[in-house]
């Protein structure tokens, strides 16, 4: 049984950095990529990006360019989501999903680690 | 990028009624890349259907998906009380993106 465990709760302040962490367990780490995706308080997802964890290569979304960073370590089978210069606007529920052999469709996803930026 | 429109955005509906969801996008979804998931509060998404009809491993056959280019629907045939939730589309092209999502509620 694939499972996806995230990292708990933060709380940043504007300006700052967050690292996520999502350790999966059940299945082959390294040959399905994993991708962030985040809920802002009672609205919808939005991707932010995504890595495959064999090629260690990760794309990002757009808007996120130049300020997120996903990276993967095989040996523990743990991805990891860092977000710079947070603003209030990044206050969300950070989701990881695993991408179960079709790019970008989500099978399994982690708990969710909520992020509060705040002064 | 593609922008998908989900409507309506509450549905209130009684146990045992239809639900049908829509989603509009707002260019061609290719291959039909398109799925769905339901979210009950505090929780992950589930993926219910994906190649726009397609079930999910474990999915009940009340679920079922329809639709290609930009027009795709969810419905629920007979709602169960579990079935209550938010359900998004999603389209999983090259940049992936979700609608607003739809909220069932018990009316």
């Known amino acids: 049984q694939v499972q996806l465990v995230q990292s708990g709760a933060e709380v940043k302040k504007p300006g700052s950095s967050v690292k996520v962490s999502c350790k999966a367990s059940g299945g082959t780490f390294s040959s399905y990529a994993i991708s962030w995706v985040r809920q802002a308080p009672g609205q919808g997802l939005e991707w932010m990006g995504r890595?495959?964890?064999?090629?260690?290569?990760?794309n990002y979304a757009q808007k996120f360019q130049g300020r997120v960073t996903i990276t993967a370590d095989k040996s523990t089978s743990t991805a990891y989501m860092e977000l710079s210069s947070l603003r209030s606007e990044d206050t969300a529920v950070y989701y990881c999903?695993?991408?179960?052999?079709?790019?970008?469709?989500?099978?399994?996803w982690g708990q969710g680690t909520l992020v509060t930026v705040s002064s | 990028e593609i922008v998908l429109t989900q409507s309506p955005g509450t549905l209130s509906l009684s146990p045992g009624e239809r639900a049908t969801l829509s989603c509009r996008a707002s260019?061609?979804?290719?291959?039909?890349?398109l799925a769905w998931y339901q979210q009950k509060p505090g929780q992950a998404p589930r993926l219910l259907i994906y190649?726009?009809?397609s079930r999910a491993t474990g999915i009940p056959d009340r679920f079922s998906g329809s639709g290609s280019g930009t027009d795709f629907t969810l419905t629920i045939s007979r709602l169960e009380p579990e079935d209550f939730a938010v359900y998004y589309c999603?389209?999983?092209?090259?940049?992936?993106?979700f609608g607003q999502g739809t909220k069932v509620e018990i009316k």
């Open positions: 190649g726009a009809s």
């Open positions: 890595i495959i964890p064999i090629l260690g290569i990760a």
């Open positions: 260019q061609s979804v290719s291959s039909s890349y």
């Open positions: 999603q389209q999983y092209g090259s940049s992936p993106t």
């Open positions: 999903a695993r991408e179960g052999g079709v790019p970008r469709l989500f099978d399994y």
